[in-house]
């Protein structure tokens, strides 16, 4: 069983840039793909990023590609997301997840086994 616990949500302007954490427990957190995914009000929830088992294949929505990047330290059970060059559209409640260890990367929510609770991302004007 894995448990997420994401952090490093808050209220930023735009432009600006925040680090989302994600700290996992369980000893076969570097078994599994991770990604990253938020949900706008009013909205799906959307990708955003997954990183590979290893940390070796990355993959991300085009909304954020060049502004986000995912990575991972296995050795400390944590995924990251650095989000530069933030909008305001990218508010919204950001959730990360472990894929099952079958998925090299895996791009939609019904294919993740665990979820971490979210946390807020508000990007103001």
């Known amino acids: 069983q894995v448990q997420l616990a994401e952090s490093g949500g808050g209220l930023v302007p735009a432009g600006g840039s925040l680090r989302l954490s994600c700290a996992a427990s369980g000893r076969t957190f570097s078994s599994h793909a991770m990604g990253w995914f938020r949900q706008a009000p009013g909205k799906e929830r959307d990708f955003v990023a997954t990183i590979s088992s290893s940390g070796g294949r990355t993959y991300y929505a085009d909304s954020v590609k060049g502004r986000f990047t995912i990575n991972r330290d296995n050795a400390k059970n944590t995924v990251y997301l650095q989000m530069n060059s933030l909008k305001p559209e990218d508010t919204a409640v950001y959730y990360c997840?472990?894929?099952?260890?079958?998925?090299?990367?895996?791009?939609?929510?019904?294919?993740?086994?665990?979820w971490g609770q979210g946390t807020q991302v508000t990007v103001s004007s």
């Open positions: 997840a472990a894929a099952p260890k079958e998925y090299v990367i895996a791009m939609t929510p019904p294919l993740y086994d665990y």
